[in-house]
T-cell receptor
Framework: QKEVEQNSGPLSVPEGAIASLNCTYS??????FFWYRQYSGKSPELIMF????GDKEDGRFTAQLNKASQYVSLLIRDSQPSDSATYLC???????????FGGGTRVLVKP | DAGITQSPRHKVTETGTPVTLRCHQT?????MYWYRQDPGHGLRLIHY???????DKGEVSDGYSVSRSKTEDFLLTLESATSSQTSVYFC????????????FGSGTRLTVV
């Protein structure tokens, strides 16, 4: 079992719809959780972080964390073609400041 | 990229040759990291540093060494490059604290032929 797992996709969504991405992690001691967006050929960029159970909203993005079930999700509302990218989930374990990344979910938003 | 630069951006090298990749930051962040990104494997940690001359291994450190003699520079060396080290290498920096994410450099695409 990988430490951080994501469905590789592609997740195809029509423009204006909600894209829902999921991520599960194996280390119950994980403390903080991050979502990165990576366009093809570019470096990852941080879009959200969350460390408390529940929802956190930032613009069109909502991160959801459920530590009991060990999953974190990302919702993208009103999806735009510019949201087409690979979304990486990352987890910071209790010890140290090292992030473990999932393999990423590729999202395609079709006009 | 928020004061972090990697050099070179692209490099082609021959098997068995030494290669050094450089990461330079102007943010004065304590933590610096080297990751490699490969299809099917995502981002994997090679080495990281938590201060000058303080470094530690990540999950895929075999065949790599690092050095950090100044806060702003973190060097990754492939002592004898192999084809399995063909990859995209990303440097990242982080401020102290578990709730801080990383800022990534633009990456170095390394091809070992």
């Amino acid at each position: 079992q990988k430490e951080v797992e994501q469905n590789s996709g592609p997740l195809s969504v029509p423009e204006g719809a909600i894209a829902s991405l999921n991520c599960t992690y194996s280390d119950r001691g994980s403390q903080s959780f991050f979502w990165y967006r990576q366009y093809s050929g570019k470096s990852p960029e941080l879009i959200m972080f969350i460390y408390s159970n529940g929802d956190k909203e930032d613009g069109r993005f909502t991160a959801q964390l459920n530590k009991a079930s060990q999953y974190v999700s990302l919702l993208i509302r009103d999806s735009q073609p510019s949201d087409s990218a690979t979304y990486l989930c990352a987890v910071n374990r209790a010890a140290g400041n090292k992030l473990t990344f999932g393999g990423g979910t590729r999202v395609l938003v079709k006009p | 990229d928020a004061g972090i630069t990697q050099s070179p951006r692209h490099k082609v090298t021959e098997t068995g040759t030494p290669v050094t990749l450089r990461c330079h930051q102007t943010e004065n962040h304590r933590y610096m990291y080297w990751y490699r990104q490969d299809p099917g494997h995502g981002l994997r940690l090679i080495h990281y540093s938590y201060g000058v001359k303080d470094t530690d291994k990540g999950e895929v450190s075999d065949g790599y060494s690092v050095s950090r003699s100044k806060t702003e520079d973190f060097l990754l060396t492939l002592e004898s490059a192999t084809s399995s080290q063909t990859s995209v290498y990303f440097c990242a920096i982080s401020e102290l604290g578990q709730n801080y994410g990383y800022t990534f450099g633009s990456g170095t695409r390394l091809t070992v032929v």
